[in-house]
């Protein structure tokens, strides 16, 4: 993100290979890990079209994921995640905030019908991320990572996990069931 106009012109610019990623040659990296994980987020399945066959949701809603649809996914995020970099045993159950991003647009778009939560503490594992909020820093198209993203998410999956209605709920319907 730095532009180089900012450094005098006899200044030495060092410029590195993404760290979290290993090295193929030079610059190169393998980012395979991102891809990898990018299979197991989920599709989009929307609720059935409306009887004039249109789908309708509010501005407000369409503003919301416009932002998530802005990442060009040049993974910077997933280089700085400390979670991804230094830790390399979570690379199995922490999917990164680019993935938290996807999940996020998908759990807060109107017209979605699954229920993501279970997905992302389980699979993505957005209950190891800190909110560090380098994510947010590096993001070159100033995505709003951590605020919009990794803490609605997280939210969320709480309130399924820890809401005492929501226990109160699947008890009674588990009783109910069981008869």
């Known amino acids: ?3 180089l106009s900012i450094f005098d012109p006899e200044e030495t610019v060092t410029v590195t290979p993404l760290r979290t990623f290993p090295v193929i040659r030079d610059l190169v990296t393998d ?3 991102n891809y990898e994980k990018a299979k197991q987020v989920p599709t989009f399945a929307p609720e059935p079209r409306q ?13 919301r994921g416009q932002e998530f ?16 970099r ?8 922490f999917a990164g905030p680019r993935f938290f991003l996807r999940y996020a647009e998908l759990e807060m778009h109107p017209l979605e019908t699954n ?9 993505a594992g957005v209950g190891m991320c800190n909110i560090t909020k380098c994510c947010t820093e590096v993001c ?3 995505i709003k990572i951590t605020d919009n993203a990794i803490i609605p998410v997280k939210e969320r999956v709480a309130d399924r996990k820890y ?8 008890k009674i319907f588990r009783r109910s069931s069981d008869t």
């Open 1 to 3: 993100m730095t532009r």
């Open 31 to 33: 980012v395979s890990y």
């Open 51 to 63: 009887p004039d066959g249109t789908y309708r949701m509010q501005q407000e809603d369409v503003e």
């Open 69 to 84: 649809r802005k990442c060009i996914e040049c993974y910077l995020c997933q280089t700085v995640c400390h979670v991804v």
């Open 86 to 93: 230094d830790h390399e045993d979570n690379k199995t159950a």
């Open 115 to 123: 229920d993501h939560r279970e997905a992302a503490s389980a699979e």
């Open 140 to 142: 070159p198209e100033g």
């Open 163 to 170: 809401d005492p209605l929501v226990w109160l709920g699947s």
